[in-house]
C-alpha cells in the first residue's frame, strides 16, 4: 500500500498571499506548484470568492442570455411589436363591454381566453381559476340570461365614475410625462 502524503492546509495568511499572486494575473498551475496546493482548489476558492485577474476585463464576457433578462415591462413589449397596441385596445374593450353591457356569453369567452392565455404562459393554478369561472358562467347561462340586468342602475353610475377617474389620472399621468419632457 502506498502512503499517500495529506495536502498540506494553507493558513489565511497564506491564502492572501495565493490571491495577491493569482489578480496579479500568475496561473493556477504555477500557484498550485509554489503553495502546494492543488489546481482544482485554487480556481474552486477564486470562482467562489470572486477574484478577478489584473487582465480581465469585464467586456470580455458574453452578454447574458435572453431568459436571463429581466421581464420587459408592456411599453418595452409594444415598443418591440406595434400590433400590441391593438390587442391592448381590444382587451380593454372587451374588459369595458363587461362592466357595461354584461353578456353571459361574452363572460364565458373571456374567461375561457383568460384560461387559454394562462395555460399558455405556464401558469397552472391561474388557468384553473379562470376555467372555473367559465364553466360556472356556462352553467347558469340561462339563469343569466332570463334575468333583466345583471346590474343595477347605481353599479352603472359606478362603473362610469371609475372610468372617468382612470381617464383623469391618465391624463394626469401624460401632463407630468410632457411636464418632465426636456423642450
Not at 452578454?63 to 391592448?88: C, F, H, N, R, Y
Not at 374567461?111 to 395555460?119: D, I, K, V, Y
Not at 347605481?154 to 382612470?166: G, Q, S
Amino acid at each position: 500500500m502506498t502512503d499517500i502524503e495529506p495536502t498540506p492546509r494553507l493558513t489565511p495568511e497564506a491564502w492572501a498571499c495565493v490571491r495577491a499572486d493569482f489578480l496579479s494575473g500568475v496561473s493556477a498551475p504555477v500557484l498550485s506548484e509554489r503553495y502546494g496546493v492543488s489546481i482544482r482548489h485554487i480556481r474552486r476558492r477564486a470562482a467562489i470568492e470572486g477574484w478577478r485577474r489584473a487582465d480581465f476585463t469585464p467586456g470580455s464576457v458574453a452578454p447574458p442570455p435572453p431568459w436571463m433578462a429581466g421581464i420587459p415591462t408592456k411599453d418595452q413589449e409594444m415598443e418591440m411589436d406595434p400590433a400590441l397596441e391593438e390587442v391592448d385596445e381590444a382587451e380593454s374593450t372587451s374588459r369595458f363591454g363587461l362592466l357595461f353591457n354584461p353578456d353571459a356569453r361574452a363572460l364565458h369567452r373571456f374567461a375561457f381566453r383568460q384560461a387559454s392565455e394562462n395555460a399558455a404562459i405556464d401558469q397552472p393554478q391561474q388557468a384553473m381559476v379562470w376555467m372555473r369561472l367559465a364553466q360556472m358562467v356556462e352553467r347558469s347561462t340561462g339563469r343569466l340570461d332570463s334575468d333583466s340586468t345583471a346590474f343595477r342602475q347605481i353599479d352603472h353610475v359606478r362603473a362610469a365614475y371609475l372610468h372617468r377617474l382612470r381617464e383623469a389620472l391618465d391624463a394626469e399621468a401624460e401632463r407630468k410625462e410632457q411636464g418632465s419632457a426636456p423642450d
